[in-house]
RNA sequence: GCCGCCUUAGCUCAGUUGGUUAGAGCGCCUGAUUGUGGAUCAGGAGGUCCCUGGUUCGAGACCAGGAGGUGGUACCA
């Protein structure tokens, strides 16, 4: 007899930078969710949906140079087998690219300037870290078509208002705003932007950006070794620096380094500090208007300021700059503290409809990093109880099976989430195991005898799981957790019990 | 991508200079208790020692390559 061949069992796992959301998981993104959605639509924007998938023209960036233009984003090509393949597809990596896919489409039918929120999943191919999914939710809010720096202003002030409403108190959280063109202005003093040739000295002025990214996480001399020769991390890989002068650099520290106590210090420090730059003193008269638009909106420095060292990675920011930070400190599991640096950030990118148009449409918007904020509000305690299970109504007679739906009826008419046992009833024990594992507050037990003698017997299960920490065996077997009460006393016994918990 | 560390039961890990049948704790299942969660006690199930090749009389251990994980770094629309 020939042995079956062994089929090798598919293994469930997640793939990996890919999460499975349980329970709470769920319903907690949905209430942020909604929470932001609120601000939003306070503000005027308008909800948006697009489809998850674009054709990956339309995202741009990545064209379809290489056989499969896979870096960074999941994307697979129409009907490629065929002798006329198709277009290209992939997944969206952020809202801002389908926004300005939509903002091109539908311009003549919008209102201009256009603006909308949209949130949810984005998805992005690159490896995983911790903290770091290849798809994760984002919540974003763009205006576009307005030139105003107020647009700027009045998204930083939303931006304050929603961290508060999804419960981060002000204190706990700080808003740093900084300007492209005044950084691009430094630049140009330190001779690395020449405004007649902007395309020179582009490579060094992106690892300077990306220098002056990394102050928080490297300090001063970190950031000066990448603006120079380069840097040596601990693992002894060597990353290139932009081989600036020490000149150089320490006009580029120095801006960093240009935040004073107040707003107006702070832009009139920057004022000197760009010199003759027609762009940087363009830079620094918006961040001024943004200063005083936060000042006359009550929203001071305690929420909203202004810092040169935001400079946001790089990409196609053109002026304002902004990101938000969490202010206060929170342990990982081995109690070590643990940053978590921005969780919400956006600008000004006043070329990305031209792409499709020709015109030039500025744009200005933020988005936030809804999961980082999750666990950041659940590292701090505020999120993650576990909420209580359904109540559980034990199943002692298989017979009876209509009595016990019934009372789950009753209760569930009353508003109080329960189901009956759905398993092998056989073991009674496996029962209340199964409501402990359901965090239930209460199980409802109704054997024969009870039955005929018209009651039921009500186990508070939290008060049991308490009193058994400490309890004897014979303690524990009088069940001084459990009730007997009439049959009819159902609902009010079970929510004085539940009531007594909340 | 680059550098370091790690990979043994469902989980956390031990395993001596390379030596018989690879262990512990926790968890899980069964029973003590067919009408009661925890604790206790008794018993039980559970292993491709990451993979491939090499050295050796003999490899979980040593060597080489690979895979996966993890930490740092780079990139990040």
Known sequence: MAKPKKTPRPKAITPKGFQDYFGVEVTERKTMLDQIAEVYHLYGFEALETSAVETVEALGKFLPDVDRPNEGVFAWQEDADLEKPGDWMALRYDMTAPLARVAAQYRNDLPSPYRRFAMGPVWRNEKPGPGRFRQFYQCDADTVGAPSVAADAEICMMLSDTLEAVGIPRGDYIIRVNNRKVLNGVMEVAGVLDPSDPTKFEDERGTVLRAIDKLD????????????????????????????????????????????????????????????????????????????LMAQGGYGPDRIVIDPSVVRGLGYYTGPVYEAELTFEVKDEKGRPRQFGSVAGGGRYDDLVKRFTGQEVPATGVSIGVDRLLAALRAKGRMGDQPAGPIVVTVMDKARIGDYMEMVSELRQAGIRAEMYLGNPKNFGNQLKYADKRQSPVAIIQGDDEHERGVIQIKDLILGAKLAENATLEEWKERPSQYEVPRGDIIAKVREIIEMYS
Do not use: C, H, N, P
Not at 221 to 247: E, H, N, P, Y
């Open 217 to 292: 996480k490297f300090g001063d001399a970190g950031v000066r070794l990448l603006l120079g020769k380069g840097r040596m991390d601990d693992s002894g890989d060597f990353t290139d620096g932009a081989g600036l002068t020490d000149a150089q650099a320490d006009i580029v520290m120095g801006f960093m380094d240009a935040k004073r106590e107040t707003g107006a210090e702070t832009v009139a420090r920057l004022m000197e500090l760009v010199g003759d730059s027609q762009v940087g003193a363009e830079g620094v008269a918006e961040l001024e208007t943004i200063a005083d």
